[in-house]
C-alpha cells in the first residue's frame, strides 16, 4: 500500500524523540502504541483531518486509525508521516500492516534542519572506529580536524572546539576546554543524530554542529547479550619514521613512531526489560577494558595500561500513558596506569629500565532525569535535570626527582632529556596532596509544545551552572633549563654572543574555581501555511556569565538574539520532492579555560646565560653573564575582573544560511543538494598589546597612566572600537574609556565558509544499501575560531593570534579545516542470510600549509614580552636570517588521501539467540599520504636561522589495523 503524506508539524526538543504525524479522517481517533513497550497514546484529528504525536521515545511503533494499522520506525529528531486518507483507506474493515520503507534518513518534509542519523544496527555493520566522532565524520560537511586537538570532527568550517554534544537530551559537553565531552559505554547507543547546521531555536551554544546521542533502553521482552572487540598490536602495521634534514642532527629522526604499539580488548555484558510490564524498564551495561599503549621516544619509553571499568543504567518509568519519567546514569572514571623507562639506547624498541610508575585517573559520572507529559492531545510540556562531574585527567604529586630541575639539551639539534626530572611532569608537578581539576554542570530545562490549528508552538527555557577548578602546576624543581648550540649569526637575545648558551625560565600560576552561568530561553512556530508548505520561525535568546575566582564577573553579556527561520516545500505532496531552506544565527560561550587564563594570575619569566658547567647529576647549569633582558609574559597578581575584557564585548556569534532540494529518484533511491553559507559576524580572542593603550593615553593628556595597572592580557573584538577600563591617573580608580580601533592595527575577526553538498541514500533492499556524500568547500579568513590547530594550541577563546598586530598579519587565507573536496561512501551487503560484506571509502584532498616564524624586532608593534613566543607568526627567516612576511597557506597543501576500510561478518545461528563474529580492517592498502607537515620556518629565537625540517613531514595516515568482534545477543 502506497504511502501519501502530508506535512504537518512534528517537533522534536533537545531532541532524544521523534514524532508521528500526518492526515486522518476528521474527528477519528488515532492509536499510537510502541510495539516494545506496550505503550498508548490516543488522540483525536483536528477538523481539517491532521493529527501530531510527538516526544515519541525512539523505537517501533503501531499507527492505527479507522481500523488501518501501519507500522513504523521513529528515529530521533526524526518525523515520520503516516495518512490514513483516500486510497490508503479504503479497507476500513481490515487491519492492514505497512512496515516501514526501510530508509535511515528518508525525505523529511516536516524539518527545515540538516541531519544524518544513524542506528546501532548500522553502526554496527559498518567498519568505523568505535567513537561518536568518527560515526559523525561519516555526515556530509564534516572533517576531521588536527590529531593534537584530539581529532575531532570539524563541522561545516568551524574549529573543532565549537560543537555540541547530548546524551539523552543534556548537554555534556565539557565547557572548560570545549574540546570533548562525558564518554559512555559505545555499545550503550541506541542512534546518533548527527545536525550539520540549521538546527532550530531549542539549540544554541555550538556554531559547528551536534552529535546527539540516544541510549539504548529496556523493553517488555527481557533481553541480554555480550560482545568483545579486540584490536591487536600484532595486526596494526607500524607507523613511519621520519629522518631529520637538519645536518647537526646526524641522520637521527625527527618523527619515531615505528616501534609504538596498541593493543586493545573491550568487552561488554548488557542487558534490560521489564520490571513492571508495560511501566517500568531497565536496561544496563558494563563494559570492561584491556588496553596497552607502548610509546618510545628518544631516550626513554613509556607503557600505559587502562583496565577501568565503566557502565549505564537506563529506567524508563510510564506512570500512565500520558506521564513518563526516565533516569540515565553512566559511570566513566578510568584510571590509566603508566610506567616509564629510560633506555640504554637512543630510539630503542624496547623498554629497559624503568625508574618510576604514576597513575592519571579521569572521568566521572552522568545524572539525567527527565519527565514527560502529554498533557492534552494538543499540549506536551517536558522537564529535565542533570548533573554531570568530570575530573580531569591529571599526574599525582609525588613523584621521583620532582625537586631536580626541569632540563632538556638542544645543542646536537634534537631535544634531549638531561638530569633526574620525571618526564611526565613537564610544567604538570602539582603539590603532593593534590587532587584532580574537576568540572561539574548543574543543568534544568524546561519545555512546553502547544498545537494550534496550523501552528505548532514550542517554547521552553534552560539553565547550567558550570564550574571548573584549577590547580596550579609549575615546572620540576621550579625552573626549566634549556641548552643551546652557539648562534650562527653570533647573537643571542638581542646581544653579541659566540659561546653555547642556555634559556632559564619560571613559571608562576594560581589556584581557583571559576564558575560559569549560560541561560537561554526559545520560542519558535511551525506554521503549516498549506498542504505542501511549512515555514518555520523562531528566536532564541541566550545569556553568559564568566566569573573569576572570587566570584565576580569579568564577561557577561547582554541579551543575546538568535533569529532563526526556515521552511519546507512539499512540491509534489507525497514527499519524493522537497525544497527547503533557513537562515539562523549561533553564538556560543565562553570557555572556562578562558576564565582560568585570562582572569587569574599567570607569569613566565624569560632570561638567556651563558653558562660554565653542567652538573652531571641534575643538568642544572652553572650560570654566567646574562645575554639581554628578562622577559616578562604575564603577573603573579590577579588582574582587576573590570580590566580582564572589553565593557563592549561581543561574544562570539556566527550567521548560517542553507538552501537546498531532496528528490525520490526511484523507489530506493535519494538524492539531495544543499548549498551552505556561514560567516562569523563577531569573534573575540585575547589581545597582550600595552603600546596602543600607552600611546591613547599619551594622545589624551593622562600623562600618569601606567600600563602595567592593566591586565597583561584582555578580550576584546578585533577590528572594533574597544572599551575598556583603565586606571587613568594611577591613583586605583578605573574608568571605562573608548579607544579606537586605529589604535591596535587589528584587522577585522573574519572566517566564511561556503560549500555545496551532494548526498545520496539507497534504502536496504535487495540485501544492501548505499549511502554516501560529495562536499566542494571553502573556508577562508583571519582566524580558525576558538583554537589554532597549526600550533595545536588548545586554549578556547585565547589562542595567540591576535595576541600582537604582528600575528594578525599574513593572516588572510584558507584556515586549517578547509578541504576543497570531500568524497565519502559507505555500505553493506548481505551475500547470504549469514554472510555479510561492508565498507567505507572516504577521498579527500589536503589542508593549507603555512610557514611559521619569530617576529623580528623589526616589526614597528613589536613589544618586549613577544621574545617568549615560539616560531609562530607569518614572517620566516630565510638561509640568511633576513625576515620575510608571508601569508596564510603559502605553500600550497597537503597531499589527497584515500582510505578504504572493509568488513566481513558471519551471523550463525547459535540457539535461540544471535551470533555475530565479524572482522574489520582499517585502512586496507596501508595508505600512507602525509596529512601534517612541519610549518616551523625558523630555527630558533635567539638567532632566528632557517629551520632545516621546515615542510619535513610530521602526520600521516593512519596505518592499517585490525578488530575482531563476537557479539551473542539473546
Known amino acids: ?83 490514513f486518507t483516500g486510497s490508503s483507506s479504503a479497507n476500513t474493515l481490515d487491519t492492514v500492516t505497512v512496515v516501514g520503507t526501510g530508509a535511515i534518513n528518508p525525505i523529511d518534509v516536516s524539518s527545515v534542519e540538516s541531519t544524518t542519523v544513524f542506528t546501532a544496527e548500522q553502526i554496527q555493520a559498518l567498519p568505523v572506529a568505535r567513537d561518536i566522532t568518527n560515526v559523525a565524520l561519516l555526515a556530509p560537511g564534516t572533517v576531521r580536524g588536527d590529531t593534537g586537538l584530539g581529532n575531532l570532527a570539524s563541522f561545516g568550517g568551524a574549529s573543532v572546539a565549537e560543537n555540541g554534544y547530548y546524551i539523552n537530551g543534556f548537554d555534556v559537553t565539557n565547557l572548560r576546554s570545549l574540546l570533548s565531552y562525558a564518554n559512555m559505554p559505545f555499545d550503550a547507543i541506541g542512534e546518533q ?23 539504548k533502553r529496556g523493553t517488555n521482552e527481557w533481553k541480554g547479550g555480550v560482545s568483545a572487540y579486540w584490536e591487536p598490536a600484532s595486526l596494526q602495521k607500524s607507523g613511519k619514521d621520519v629522518i631529520s634534514r637538519d645536518p647537526i642532527d646526524d641522520g637521527s629522526y625527527f618523527v619515531y613512531r615505528s616501534a609504538n604499539e596498541d593493543d586493545r580488548v573491550r568487552y561488554n555484558i548488557y542487558g534490560g526489560g521489564p520490571l513492571i510490564k508495560d511501566r ?30 565503566q557502565g549505564i543504567v537506563k529506567l524508563d518509568w510510564n506512570l500512565t500513558d500520558n506521564h513518563l519519567l526516565e533516569f540515565t546514569g553512566i559511570y566513566n572514571k578510568q584510571k590509566d596506569k603508566v610506567d616509564h623507562y629510560t633506555n640504554n639506547s637512543k630510539f630503542s624498541r624496547n623498554h629497559d629500565a624503568a625508574d618510576y610508575s604514576y597513575e ?76 584532580p581539576d574537576i568540572d561539574t554542570r548543574k543543568a534544568w530545562r524546561i519545555d512546553a509544545e502547544w498545537r494550534l490549528g496550523d501552528h505548532t508552538l514550542r517554547a521552553g527555557v534552560d539553565s547550567e551552572k558550570f564550574t571548573s577548578t584549577f590547580t596550579a602546576s609549575t615546572f620540576a624543581g621550579g625552573v626549566y633549563y634549556r641548552y643551546y648550540a652557539a648562534p650562527a649569526n653570533g647573537t643571542t637575545n638581542g646581544v653579541p654572543n659566540t659561546q653555547e648558551y642556555v634559556r632559564v625560565r619560571h613559571l608562576y600560576r594560581s589556584s581557583g574555581g571559576y564558575e560559569t552561568k549560560n541561560e537561554a530561553a526559545y520560542i519558535e512556530d511551525h506554521w503549516n501555511v498549506t ?7 523562531g528566536v532564541r535568546v541566550e545569556r553568559f556569565d564568566n566569573m573569576n575566582a572570587d566570584g565576580v564577573s569579568f564577561v557577561k553579556s547582554d541579551d543575546l538574539v538568535a533569529p532563526r527561520i526556515g521552511f519546507s516545500w512539499d512540491v509534489n505532496g507525497d514527499s519524493t520532492f522537497k525544497v527547503f531552506g533557513n537562515a539562523g544565527r549561533y553564538f556560543i560561550p565562553v570557555a572556562n579555560n578562558t576564565s582560568i587564563r585570562a582572569s587569574g594570575a599567570e607569569e613566565t619569566l624569560t632570561d638567556y646565560y651563558q653558562f660554565t658547567a653542567i652538573d652531571p647529576v641534575t643538568g642544572a647549569p652553572t650560570l654566567g653573564a646574562q645575554l639581554g633582558p628578562t622577559g616578562v609574559n604575564g603577573s603573579r597578581v590577579a588582574p582587576n575582573p573590570a580590566t580582564v575584557a572589553a565593557d563592549n564585548l561581543d561574544p562570539m556569534y556566527q550567521d548560517e544560511f542553507i538552501l537546498g532540494i531532496q528528490t525520490q529518484l526511484t523507489e530506493n533511491w535519494t538524492l539531495g543538494v544543499r548549498g551552505i553559507k556561514r560567516k562569523v559576524k563577531s569573534g573575540f580572542d ?44 594611577n591613583d586605583g580608580n578605573f574608568t571605562v574609556v573608548s579607544i579606537p580601533k586605529d589604535y591596535f592595527g587589528l584587522p577585522k575577526y573574519s572566517r566564511k565558509y561556503e560549500a555545496m553538498e551532494v548526498f545520496f541514500e539507497r534504502i536496504k533492499t535487495d540485501n544492501w544499501y548505499l549511502q554516501g556524500s560529495y562536499t566542494y568547500a571553502k573556508s577562508i579568513g583571519n582566524s580558525e575560531g576558538y583554537v589554532n590547530s597549526t600550533l595545536e594550541q588548545a586554549d578556547a577563546g585565547i589562542t595567540q593570534d591576535w595576541d600582537f598586530a604582528a600575528f594578525a598579519k599574513g593572516s588572510y587565507g584558507y584556515l586549517p579545516n578547509d ?51 615560539s616560531a609562530s607568526s607569518f614572517y620566516c627567516h630565510d638561509a640568511d636570517g633576513v625576515p620575510h612576511l608571508g601569508k596564510r597557506g603559502d605553500y600550497g597543501r597537503t597531499p589527497w588521501t584515500n582510505t578504504l576500510d572493509l568488513s566481513l561478518a558471519w551471523t550463525p545461528t547459535l540457539g535461540t539467540g544471535k551470533l555475530r563474529l565479524q572482522v574489520d580492517v582499517f585502512n586496507v592498502f596501508n595508505s600512507d599520504r602525509v596529512t601534517e607537515y612541519s610549518e616551523t620556518g625558523d630555527k630558533e629565537r635567539a638567532a632566528p636561522v632557517y629551520n632545516p625540517n621546515f615542510l619535513n613531514a610530521v602526520n600521516f595516515q593512519a596505518p592499517r589495523a585490525v578488530r575482531f568482534s563476537a557479539r551473542y545477543d539473546f
Not at 543524530?193 to 541510549?215: D, H
Not at 631535544?415 to 587532587?435: K, Q, S
Not at 560484506?837 to 613589536?862: A, K, T
Open 1 to 83: 500500500m502506497a504511502l501519501s503524506l502530508c506535512v504537518v508539524g512534528g517537533v522534536q526538543a533537545q531532541s532524544a524523540a521523534g514524532s508521528v504525524f500526518g492526515r486522518a479522517e476528521a474527528g477519528s481517533t488515532i492509536t499510537i502504541e510502541n510495539t516494545d513497550t506496550g505503550t498508548k497514546r490516543e488522540i483525536t484529528a483536528d477538523s481539517s483531518g491532521r493529527y501530531a504525536a510527538t516526544q515519541l521515545p525512539t523505537g517501533r511503533y503501531r499507527i492505527t486509525a479507522n481500523g488501518n494499522s501501519r507500522e513504523v520506525a521513529v528515529t530521533v529528531g526524526t518525523g515520520t508521516e503516516l495518512n
Open 193 to 215: 543524530q548527527v545536525k550539520t547546521g540549521g538546527y532550530g531555536a531549542e539549540y544554541g551554544r555550538s556554531l559547528g554542529g551536534v552529535i546527539n546521542i540516544v541510549t
Open 280 to 309: 517500568l524498564f531497565f536496561f544496563g551495561l558494563v563494559e570492561g577494558r584491556d588496553e596497552t599503549s607502548d610509546r618510545y621516544f628518544e631516550n626513554d619509553s613509556t607503557r600505559t595500561k587502562n583496565n577501568s571499568p
Open 360 to 435: 592519571s585517573p579521569s572521568g566521572g559520572r552522568v545524572l539525567i532525569g527527565k519527565y514527560t507529559g502529554y498533557l492534552t492531545d494538543n499540549f506536551t510540556v517536558s522537564a529535565q535535570y542533570g548533573d554531570l562531574k568530570f575530573d580531569n585527567p591529571y599526574v599525582k604529586g609525588g613523584l621521583p626527582g620532582e625537586d631536580c630541575p626541569t632540563v632538556y639539551d638542544g645543542r646536537s639539534g634534537g631535544l634531549d632529556y638531561v638530569g633526574c626530572w620525571p618526564a611526565a611532569t613537564f610544567a604538570a608537578v602539582r603539590p603532593a596532596n593534590a587532587g
Open 531 to 537: 498542504d505542501n508548505f511549512l515555514l518555520y520561525a
Open 686 to 729: 585575547d589581545i597582550c598589546m600595552h603600546g596602543p593603550l600607552e600611546q591613547w593615553a599619551a594622545d589624551n593628556g593622562y600623562t600618569e597612566y601606567d600600563s602595567s595597572t592593566a591586565a597583561q592580557c584582555y578580550l576584546v573584538n578585533p577590528g572594533q572600537d574597544t572599551d575598556l577600563a583603565l586606571d587613568l591617573h
Open 819 to 869: 578541504r576543497r573536496h570531500t568524497f565519502k561512501l559507505f555500505g553493506t551487503y548481505d551475500i547470504t542470510d549469514q554472510w555479510h560484506v561492508s565498507g567505507n571509502l572516504l577521498v579527500q584532498s589536503g589542508r593549507p600549509i603555512n610557514c611559521n616564524g619569530f617576529i623580528p624586532e623589526s616589526d614597528p608593534g613589536y613589544e618586549s614580552s613577544i621574545s617568549a613566543y
